[in-house]
């Protein structure tokens, strides 16, 4: 019998009618968004929805440096100092410390200096810090005690651990108050050789006995069987100094005020090493249970969920220490809504979850169904989101308005650059030669060009390493780099005129200074061709490419891309082997030193494996560098910094290219947000009224019925021919 | 039989070894140690200091193949390939670059890419072969043709396409479904509908022409034209006797790809937030942890064996006439 011809033949007609009522009826009997991502129980709760891109490789303070990595560990260690939210420029303020220390200066017979001492009499600078007293750990099992006050999770082996896979199975929980030494445990462990603290090599110059205590456990480590524990409390560290329970002192070699902001940085949070030792026992790795992977701190949050492939849960730590949103910002900031909360205890959400979204796509239109409360701005959909004027200034399309969607926009406290070798013997020297000729090439590249076609305007046209917001940025005339722009007057303009990139002809000028007419040796006739080694060279980079070549054509100069992978540029930058290069650089900290130390001498990259990657060695900017990193600012300091500004736009090392600016929307539900380009601690400023974005979401999200319905009767108007065909077919 | 799957196992050690051996080459070839330990210490104030004591800890510090500073065999075993492979061979995959456990994090992804590949797998087979039979039943026929064509034009599609559609469609315009996402046990159902559906649609264009083209030529037999005269229906036809004779062809292609479902689809995981293993090697090799690349090269090349073992003892199930003695 054909199977066409089965016995269900006679209700064939009603079964796919009655699956199909069924279905629409059941359909019709849910409410709510079908597409919701999150669990029912999560609805109307004080939760703020994200995502991230990419995985943190380390939530270890001692370890986590880059951006993916703080995005958590800001939120759950706290260092003595932190940055004021509200405040520009930003402003130091104590975290968990009683006050922002003043450093005291040593001479060499250990004798106190004067606070203005030049830094050539100061040996030693010591900075005491003393706690807040009554700030707790979040509840962890490395702090639970039994009834006579043992831990009980000091002595596990793998047979204790079979059943623990996360931090949350252990059944008991402590916590116990802050002190000094887990702030200098912490120090210590920036020491100890399996931990790799991307500081250790600068610390080790500053802090005074570190470099030997890194000596000393390398050399104790080699005893030690795998996996075995170095109790650092049996070290001595004389740069870390104990002077209470609650006060303890760190002494630096010289002069170097940079360090305070070093201190508003996770690598010097508190690890208790209890924790360490918790984390050290028999088995712990095997499960993950390390403290890279389980942090502990004082902080707001706390992580609850850690699974760095799908979704991470900060949630309140409920010792908190009671800090209170702050009541005072910069002008504006109260028009804006950002003191409404002045004085409430923070953190404002109850919990924080990331989900990873590794495409834009549905990163984009989960923001725009609602299930995101904030996003970046892709390049693929920045025209859907912001409208560019014809002065630049961004504001957001009516889709976005309609939603009630909110705009925040700011500067990056980055730099980026194309930076020229000097160590090469056609684009470097300090010759007039070579001056000129990197001159040429900056006014060639238009940047300003560059930032409207591939950047949709999000940058801001460099004329020195500092970005705005640093110490020694200024708007304005003033601040234009003269060797590449022209200050034209324009009364209409808020400042008074704006800076004109100077002409091609200019350029070419410059070019046949330096020796090159037309682009061709004078001598020799032979073109000038330049090499640019970049790791871009896929397709989504030719046309930034073809662009490059262009603006190098404009001189007659003839550019060769010569990409290469990472691992080759890398290796190529290190030996000085690059004629120039593309690179950026984020602050660690706001201000000018972090960014004039990529052209100091001493970091000459092919001399000394330092951050000066174009091997830029000026002996009167090394001088001033070395005066203007030790001082405080004012306005002696804003005069070194422009003499040295004026030497680099001389010298141009580098292409200035541009600063980044970053488009940030979030949703009417969202409020408190403001940039913050250091620090990253925001999560506990920012506040959520959950009952707006339920009502928001459910208005958004309602499920369209009806094209499932046509979908199911088109598909039935191919099958039901398919079928009598085949009945017909049948014998 | 017995002696059969001895052999084979044991043809498998070599190919393990080769295919380490050229994993490991491959990988030295591209990176260096010191490659590997500035991307696993980044790129900011790193000192040659600490490359140098992130390669002595982790063993990156010895010679590739062959030691000749060490006496006997040390000459072989102190060296960064024996001590990078021997242990895999016990299943012992140790940890990442970055210090977690491997066998974890395969252990934890490997449910979501089951989750999402299987049911992917079984509704895509079931549909196709479906499809494909009813086209071939129909050969001839303008409904024929336009499948065919319908195919062709299924196949030049990308498979971007339909999972930027599917979810432009379902997830944004009809709000039926989450966009992305992932949950555990049942409630997992809702995340999976989409991309499970996408999978299925973006192989059927490629996969029913392959199978009609399979049936189509079985059917021009003369057992069938024998079936036929004997009086039996042509869906007894179709099921009974075509299907089972053009199987072999069939599980050639399907059965060598079941234990590879394990290792997750990089696309469809990638695109719809599934936290599988799909991503986990191409992450790995990015980020140029040589401890997971081989690990999952490793575990690639097993299944592949075993999924080709597999596919030799279906035919015995399918074909009476194979032996393996």
Redesign the interface.
């Known amino acids: 019998m054909s199977l066409f011809r089965f016995p269900c033949r006679a209700s064939r007609p009603r079964l796919p009618g009655m699956l199909l009522a069924a279905l629409l009826l059941s359909l019709a009997a849910c409410d709510g968004e079908w597409n919701n991502p999150y669990p029912a129980d999560q609805s109307g709760r004080n939760i703020l929805y994200t995502a991230f891109t990419d995985r943190p490789k380390h939530l270890d303070p001692v370890q986590s440096y880059t951006e993916d990595e703080i995005t958590f560990t800001a939120q759950i260690y706290e260092p003595p100092l932190q940055y004021h939210y509200l405040k520009r420029p930003y402003a130091l303020i104590p975290a968990t410390v009683e006050a922002v220390p003043e450093p005291r200066y040593l001479d060499a017979a250990g004798r106190p200096l004067a606070a203005d001492a030049p830094a050539e009499q100061v040996a030693q600078s010591v900075y005491e810090l003393r706690l807040k007293p009554g700030i707790r750990f979040q509840p962890h099992p490395a702090f639970a005690v039994d009834a006579a006050g043992n831990p009980r999770y000091d002595r596990l082996d793998r047979a204790a651990l079979a059943g623990i896979n996360g931090i949350a199975d252990f059944a008991h929980t402590g916590t116990r108050e802050l002190t000094a030494d887990d702030y200098i445990y912490e120090i210590k462990r920036l020491a100890h050789p399996h931990l790799h603290s991307p500081i250790f090599g600068m610390m080790s110059e500053l802090i005074v006995g570190l470099k030997d205590l890194g000596a000393r456990l390398q050399e104790d480590a080699k005893a030690l069987p795998p996996g075995g524990w170095l109790d650092l409390d049996r070290y001595d560290l004389p740069g870390a100094e104990k002077v209470d329970a609650h006060t303890w002192r760190i002494h630096i070699k010289g002069k170097y005020p940079q360090f305070a902001y070093w201190l508003a940085m996770p690598f010097f949070a508190p690890v208790p090493r209890e924790v360490d030792r918790f984390y050290s026992q028999p088995g712990m790795a095997e499960k993950n249970l390390i403290l890279d992977w389980w942090p502990v701190g004082t902080g707001p949050f706390m992580l609850s969920e850690n699974d760095p492939n799908r979704r991470m849960v900060l949630s309140r730590n409920p010792n908190f220490r009671g800090e209170t949103y702050p009541c005072e910002g910069e002008a504006g900031d109260r028009q804006a809504g950002l003191l409404a909360d002045c004085g409430k205890v923070l953190p404002l959400i109850d919990q924080a979850v990331f989900t990873r979204e590794k495409e834009s796509i549905p990163y984009w239109n989960k923001f725009l169904q609602g299930y995101y409360d904030a996003s970046g701005i892709a390049s693929d959909n920045f025209d859907q989101a912001v409208r560019l004027g014809g002065s630049g200034e961004a504001t957001l399309t009516d889709e976005m308005r309609a939603q009630g969607i909110r705009l925040l926009a700011g500067v990056r406290a980055s730099t980026f650059y194309m930076g020229f070798n000097l160590r090469d013997p056609v684009v470097g020297g300090l010759t007039d030669a070579g001056r000129k000729l990197r001159q040429a090439v900056s006014i060639a590249i238009d940047q300003e060009e560059f930032i409207s076609i591939f950047l949709n305007g999000r940058g801001v046209p460099a004329m020195g390493p500092l970005p705005p917001g640093i110490f020694g940025y200024e708007d304005g005339k003033a601040g234009i780099n003269p060797r590449v722009y022209d200050w034209v007057a324009d009364p209409a303009k808020p400042e008074g005129g704006e800076a004109r990139r100077k002409s091609v002809t200019e350029a070419k000028r410059l070019l046949a200074e330096a020796g090159w007419p037309n682009g061709r040796n004078a001598k020799t006739g032979e073109p000038l061709v330049l090499n640019l080694d970049t790791t871009s060279g896929g397709m989504g980079d030719k046309a930034r490419l073809d662009w490059l070549t262009r603006q190098f054509a404009k001189i007659d100069v003839q550019l060769v891309i010569r990409s290469t992978d990472f691992n080759r540029f890398q290796d190529k930058v290190l030996r000085g082997a690059v004629q120039m290069y593309f690179l950026g650089w984020n602050a660690d900290y706001p201000d000018p030193e972090n960014f004039f130390f990529l052209l100091h001498g001493k970091e000459a990259k092919a001399v000394s494996q330092g951050e000066n990657a174009s091997n830029y060695i000026n002996p009167e900017f090394d001088r001033l560098f070395e005066r203007m990193k030790n001082m405080e600012n004012t306005p002696e300091r804003l005069a070194i910094i422009r003499r040295m500004l004026a030497i680099l736009q001389d010298d141009a090392p580098w292409v200035f290219s541009f600063y980044p600016k970053s488009y940030t929307l979030s949703h009417a539900w969202l409020s408190n947000r403001k940039p913050m380009e250091v620090g990253n601690n925001a999560l506990k400023y920012q506040r959520i009224d959950p009952v707006l974005r339920e009502r928001r979401r459910a208005e958004w999200n309602r499920p369209v019925l009806w094209p499932l319905l046509v979908g199911i009767l088109l598909v039935a108007a191919l099958v039901v021919p398919a079928l009598r065909q085949a009945r017909r077919r049948a014998p | 039989m017995f002696a059969y799957l001895v052999r084979r196992l044991a043809y498998a050690v070599p190919i393990l070894l080769g295919v380490n051996l050229l994993t490991f080459a491959l990988f030295f070839v591209?990176?260096?140690p010191?490659?590997m330990a500035?991307?696993?210490?980044?790129?900011?104030?790193?000192?040659?200091?600490?490359i140098a004591?992130?390669k002595a800890?982790r063993g990156y510090d010895k010679p590739l193949f062959f030691n000749g500073a060490a006496d006997g065999t040390a000459k072989l075993t102190d060296t960064i390939f024996y001590a990078k492979s021997a242990r895999m061979f016990v299943g012992d995959f140790g940890?990442a670059e970055?210090?977690?456990?491997i066998a974890?994090e395969i252990a934890?992804?490997i449910g979501?890419s089951t989750a999402l590949a299987v049911p992917t797998f079984i509704v895509g087979l079931l549909v196709t072969v479906s499809a494909a039979l009813?086209l071939a039943?129909?050969r001839g026929?303008r409904?024929d043709f336009w499948g065919v064509v319908a195919c062709v034009a299924a196949m030049s599609v990308s498979g971007l396409f339909y999972i930027?559609f599917g979810?432009?469609l379902f997830?944004?315009?009809?709000?039926?479904?989450?966009?992305?996402?992932?949950?555990d046990g049942l409630?997992a159902f809702?995340?999976l509908v989409l991309p499970v559906a996408i999978g299925v649609v973006a192989g059927l264009g490629s996969s029913i022409r392959w199978y009609r083209t399979l049936f189509i030529e079985e059917i021009g037999k003369d057992y069938v034209r024998t079936a036929?005269a004997k009086?039996l229906?042509?869906?007894?036809v179709?099921?009974r006797h075509v299907l089972k004779n053009a199987m072999i062809p069939i599980l050639t292609g399907v059965v060598v790809v079941i234990p590879q479902l394990f290792l997750g689809s990089l696309l469809m995981e990638?695109?719809?937030?599934i936290?599988g293993l799909g991503?986990y090697t191409i992450d790995a090799i990015n980020a140029?942890d040589f401890s997971v690349v081989r690990a999952m090269v490793f575990i690639g090349s097993v299944l592949y064996i075993a999924g080709l073992i597999l596919t030799d003892l279906s035919y015995t199930l399918v074909d009476p006439r194979v032996r393996f003695d």
Request: glycine share 10%; charged share 25%.
């Open positions: 591209v990176n260096t010191d490659d500035r991307m696993q210490l980044g790129v900011k104030r790193v000192t040659a200091e600490a004591k992130w800890e940890a970055d210090g977690r456990d974890r934890t992804r979501p009813l039943f129909v026929t409904l930027i979810q432009w997830s944004k315009a009809l709000r039926l479904v989450p966009i992305s996402g992932y949950a409630s809702k995340f036929r009086g229906g042509e869906g007894t179709l099921f990638s695109f719809f937030g936290p991503s140029q």
